[in-house]
């Protein structure tokens, strides 16, 4: 795997990152601008070779925005405590040979079967799916679980 762009103040190494970006099932939350604002999009994603990979429908606002504006944000993180997790900047491409690939491997990722009526309604569709692509320029996760390690005693 090429190695992730980790920020020197991260509370992981790049082999921790990686770790918890594979492990994870928690959805990407990607940021663009629209119309001078923040925008963010919750997609599954998937790392392969220190980048992170989407799919979308081709004709989504997402992917419409990645289309005139590549810098992003982003944010991977756990949604109960100990809140961890890692953010980064980059720049986000719309590869759209990539997308049913990407897709039948984000559904192997995040679904118990592909043979799901949830799976099946995915494909059926797979024609207008793309893959994004998010290189990040840097990341860095943040840990939370040794400051709030004794919450669940306080009370």
């Known amino acids: 795997m090429a190695s992730l762009p980790i920020k020197s103040k991260s509370a992981w190494n790049a ?18 601008m629209s119309r001078g604002r923040p ?11 220190a980048g992170l990979w989407c799919a979308s429908k ?9 289309g005139s504006e590549s810098a992003c944000g982003f944010d991977i993180s756990d949604n109960t ?6 953010r980064g900047q ?16 984000l559904i192997d990722r995040y679904l118990p079967s ?15 799916e793309v893959a994004i692509l998010i290189q990040p320029d840097w990341l860095t996760a943040w840990d939370f679980g040794a400051r709030m ?7």
């Open 81 to 86: 405590i100990p809140y961890r997790g890692v």
């Open 90 to 105: 980059g720049k986000a491409t719309v590869v759209a040979a990539e997308g049913e690939r990407v897709l039948r491997k």
């Open 149 to 155: 390690q004794n919450l669940h005693k306080e009370g």
């Open 39 to 49: 925008l963010i999009v919750p997609l599954w994603f998937l790392l392969e070779d």
């Open 15 to 32: 082999d921790e990152v990686a770790a918890y970006l594979t492990a994870t099932k928690n959805p990407l939350r990607l940021s663009v």
């Open 58 to 66: 081709r004709d989504s606002y997402i992917v419409r925005k990645i």
């Open 114 to 128: 592909s043979d799901s009526g949830f799976a099946r309604w995915l494909l059926a569709g797979v024609d207008d």
